[in-house]
T-cell receptor
Framework: EAQVTQNPRYLITVTGKKLTVTCSQN?????MSWYRQDPGLGLRQIYY???????DKGDVPEGYKVSRKEKRNFPLILESPSPNQTSLYFC????????????FGPGTRLTVT | GEDVEQSLFLSVREGDSSVINCTYT??????LYWYKQEPGAGLQLLTY?????DMKQDQRLTVLLNKKDKHLSLRIADTQTGDSAIYFC???????????FGGGTRLMVKP
């Protein structure tokens, strides 16, 4: 089954404790992206990757890191999480940067206390 | 910068048509999308339209684009209770595929 998976689905952590949210797709997509969803703000892009070893900042990159060592994986890293990073996070992928359709993962709900 | 706006809430009766509206500011948008998000689930792409089109129909869904007014709408015919969800409008440029989303419209369908 073609899909985008994220882990964990739910995470409660404390300020300053490094964490990684994994994202994996099995569709051989070149383009991958991370979004956060907050009430009243909709979805905002954090980082995106056009291909392996190619990453770039989205609209709200502060406090986040990403890596793209392999085509299928695009982890989101919070080196020192803060309460304002409490949010719902979505990973997405598409065949190329120009293709019209992105496939979204199920979301990761993160709470930072 | 670019901005995408939607009304927050829409309530309709089962069997009626729903029309969800969206406005955007960036005239260079190439793709315009509608996504559906059900409770506890990720986003599901419903349909998208290229900026050189005025209308796209897909079963119960009709997308209308008024490029002059930068207005996009999604019409759902014969709305069902299973259509209750949050609907997001989004736009993107041709390159880079960075999507800019609206805040979402919560559709409630009453039996």
């Amino acid at each position: 089954e073609a899909q985008v998976t994220q882990n964990p689905r739910y995470l409660i952590t404390v300020t300053g404790k490094k964490l990684t949210v994994t994202c994996s797709q099995n569709m051989n997509h070149e383009y991958m992206s991370w979004y956060r969803q907050d009430p009243g703000l909709g979805l905002r892009q954090i980082y995106y990757s056009m291909n392996v070893e190619v990453t770039d900042k989205g609209d709200v990159p502060e406090g986040y890191k990403v890596s793209r060592k392999e085509k299928r994986n695009f982890p989101l890293i919070l080196e020192s999480p803060s309460p304002n990073q409490t949010s719902l996070y979505f990973c997405a992928s598409s065949f190329t940067a120009d293709s019209g359709e992105q496939y979204f993962g199920p979301g990761t709900r993160l709470t930072v206390t | 910068g670019e901005d995408v706006e939607q009304s927050l809430f829409l309530s309709v009766r089962e069997g009626d048509s729903s029309v969800i509206n969206c406005t955007y500011t960036d005239s260079s948008s190439t793709y315009l999308y509608w996504y559906k998000q059900e409770p506890g689930a990720g986003l599901q792409l419903l349909t998208y339209i290229f900026s050189n089109m005025d209308m796209k129909q897909d079963q119960r869904l009709t997308v209308l684009l008024n490029k002059k007014d930068k207005h996009l709408s999604l019409r759902i015919a014969d709305t069902q209770t299973g259509d209750s969800a949050i609907y997001f409008c989004a736009e993107s440029y041709n390159a880079g595929n960075m999507l800019t989303f609206g805040g979402g419209t919560r559709l409630m369908v009453k039996p």
